[in-house]
């Protein structure tokens, strides 16, 4: 009896240990509003995604998952994603130089009816304008005819998030005379 004692209370000391640390790691866990948000931002490094304006698109191909690649030109790289039952789609636009100077994200939150989840695009809309919040600074939203946006403009780039009934889009746009 006392052997099982020990091994009991080895056990719930070991239970208590596991769970106390486990819980702060939850805790601590971003609380997204969209179920999609960190399938999307896979890390918050760079301007999007690791990429940076002016990256060349041999550093582009090498941060992005070589199975979402969709299609290539002279100027642009395509990416596609499905998320559930909507769609992702990157698009890369590259200058002269071959050097990235707009990203354009696009997520639809269509079923294959036409129908939107409008509560899953305002969730995945809050936390991508929250993120650019994060990276930007505070920015008034603009609603109006149906949909809303919140944008920044800086001396070399814009930068917009914007809802539209089930698409939620956003662009990070470099000038062409930013010295990069």
Do not use: H
Not at 40 to 57: K, Y
Request: hydrophobic share 35%; net charge negative.
């Amino acid at each position: 009896m006392k052997k099982f004692l020990s091994i009991l209370s080895i056990v719930l000391v070991a239970s208590f240990t596991i769970t106390s640390c486990g819980g702060g790691a939850l805790e601590d866990a971003p609380a997204y509003n969209s179920s999609y948000f960190a399938d999307v931002m896979s890390t918050n490094d760079g301007e999007f995604v690791g990429l940076e304006l002016g990256d060349s698109r041999e550093i582009v191909k090498s941060k992005l998952p070589k199975d979402a690649f969709d299609d290539e030109t002279e100027s642009y790289l395509y990416y596609y994603w499905e998320l559930g039952e909507n769609l992702y789609y990157l698009d890369l636009y590259f200058d002269e130089n071959d050097k990235l100077n707009s990203v354009d994200g696009y997520v639809y939150f269509y079923d294959a009816e036409g129908n939107y989840d409008s509560a899953e695009a305002d969730a995945f809309y809050k936390d991508m304008q929250a993120n650019f919040i994060a990276k930007y600074g505070a920015a008034e939203e603009v609603a109006e005819d149906g949909y809303k946006y919140t944008s920044w403009g800086f001396d070399a780039k814009d930068v917009e998030v914007r809802l539209d009934n089930g698409e939620v889009y956003w662009y990070i746009y470099s000038y062409d005379d930013m010295d990069m």
